[in-house]
């Protein structure tokens, strides 16, 4: 048996420690710190190392770019190398953190984007950056255009596709539980185009969770997602086995996002009162929790985590 993940600690420094984006990639960490201080250096050779791994580059760059600093660095980089695709890849990316701040105008976040993706045509890096900011800004014809340009360069793009569930589960919030939203098609979707081993075959779970969120807010589903029901339907339950049972035969431990789907996939099996399951996935998570889903609707996710944590290894 795996040992019990570690304690995450008490007190909001501890808790702001548990929801770092950059997860367990450990080359991230050292290289965003020595970006912190001013060494852009150790980015490059990162960013240079990641190559055309699509997802891990994309994740390296987002979680970079949410630095308060990452602008002026990059802005830096780019003016010691200002042929680099990188750089401008990163200073795009870091503009739309900023202006989905109110801190940047959207418009000069997506000129920094395009600029970027002249530089690099085949990268669908700048694109995702695009999509973070229309995602929140945009219609819904500028999301389904910009993923499918993310589409077009990587078709299993894992954040864009978390990126377009959260953006069509939000269609006809006042329609309840309806098993025939469209956001349950695109999830199925993408999940059977997807090859056998690929990490969307989650997304029917994610797609679920965030059809919860939205109907929460709208008050068509209580607060507390165990005890609206949302996870013990017949679907629901169908959902929840295809996908852990993919994890079981295929855990991708080497992909860049696993713990954004494991934390998905132990919330769907703690609401379903599947404890000994969704203790395994917290077993898995260790101390790299993310803050979706725990935080829907509109919840502590630090405190609904160790909850279902400390609940679900009671279980066992």
């Known amino acids: 048996m795996s040992p019990p993940p570690p304690p995450l600690g008490r007190g909001r420094k501890r808790a702001a420690q548990a929801f770092d984006a950059a997860l367990d990639d450990a080359e991230l960490l050292a290289a965003r710190a020595s970006f912190n201080q001013g060494r852009w250096t150790a980015v490059r050779a990162l960013l240079a190392a990641t190559g055309d791994d699509w997802d891990r580059r994309g994740h390296r760059v987002s979680?970079?770019?949410?630095?308060?600093?990452?602008?002026?660095?990059?802005?830096?980089?780019?003016?010691?190398?200002?042929?680099?695709?990188?750089?401008?890849?990163?200073?795009?990316?870091?503009?739309?953190?900023?202006?989905?701040?109110?801190?940047?105008?959207?418009?000069?976040?997506?000129?920094?984007?395009?600029?970027?993706?002249?530089?690099?045509?085949?990268?669908?890096?700048?694109?995702?950056?695009?999509?973070?900011?229309?995602?929140?800004?945009?219609?819904?014809?500028?999301?389904?255009?910009?993923?499918?340009?993310?589409?077009?360069?990587?078709?299993?793009?894992?954040?864009?596709?978390?990126?377009?569930?959260?953006?069509?589960?939000?269609?006809?919030?006042?329609?309840?539980?309806?098993?025939?939203?469209?956001?349950?098609?695109?999830?199925?979707?993408?999940?059977?185009?997807?090859?056998?081993?690929?990490?969307?075959?989650?997304?029917?779970?994610?797609?679920?969770?965030?059809?919860?969120?939205?109907?929460?807010?709208?008050?068509?589903?209580?607060?507390?997602?165990?005890?609206?029901?949302?996870?013990?339907?017949?679907?629901a339950r169908l959902v929840m086995k295809a996908a852990f049972d993919w994890w079981l035969e295929w855990e991708r431990d080497d992909h860049p996002r696993r713990c954004v789907d494991l934390n998905f996939l132990a919330h769907a099996k703690y609401c379903e009162g599947r404890g000994a399951e969704a203790a395994a996935l917290f077993h898995r998570i260790g101390e790299h929790a993310t803050p979706a889903p725990w935080s829907y609707p509109d919840r502590d996710p630090y405190q609904a985590f160790r909850a279902a944590r400390d609940s679900a290894l009671g279980t066992v």
């Open 63 to 235: 979680v970079l770019a949410q630095e308060s600093a990452a602008l002026a660095w990059a802005r830096d980089w780019q003016l010691a190398e200002p042929e680099s695709a990188d750089a401008a890849v990163l200073l795009g990316c870091a503009a739309v953190q900023r202006a989905l701040k109110g801190k940047e105008r959207p418009e000069r976040a997506r000129e920094a984007c395009h600029v970027a993706a002249a530089l690099a045509p085949a990268d669908p890096t700048p694109w995702l950056g695009l999509l973070v900011l229309e995602r929140s800004l945009g219609t819904e014809d500028d999301v389904v255009q910009l993923f499918d340009e993310v589409r077009h360069r990587y078709p299993d793009h894992h954040h864009a596709h978390h990126l377009m569930v959260a953006r069509l589960a939000e269609r006809r919030a006042e329609a309840g539980q309806d098993p025939l939203h469209e956001v349950y098609d695109f999830a199925n979707w993408a999940a059977e185009q997807a090859p056998a081993d690929s990490p969307l075959a989650i997304l029917p779970v994610v797609a679920h969770a965030e059809r919860y969120r939205v109907l929460a807010t709208a008050g068509s589903e209580p607060a507390d997602p165990v005890a609206s029901g949302h996870w013990v339907g017949r679907r």
